[in-house]
């Protein structure tokens, strides 16, 4: 059972993540118009979909984890 809520806490900040990359993307709009001093709108391109995508998988393997119980 309590994979189950792991599984929906892990899954809600993995959509938390992928929601962030797309508002990254428009802010910037599509990383053509950063301040000076905004490379953190660079790294966070790549940090936020692979967070995102790791969340994701262990929500994932808590889901299959819990239905094997």
Known sequence: MIGIFV???LGCLSAFFV??????LYVTH???AIRAG???AYIGAIVFPLI??????FSWRCF???SRQ
């Open 38 to 40: 905004g490379q953190g």
């Open 52 to 57: 995102a995508l790791l969340l994701g998988w």
């Open 30 to 32: 599509g990383l053509t």
């Open 64 to 66: 299959r984890l819990a």
């Open 7 to 9: 599984g929906i806490f």
């Open 19 to 24: 929601f962030y990359e797309a508002r990254l």
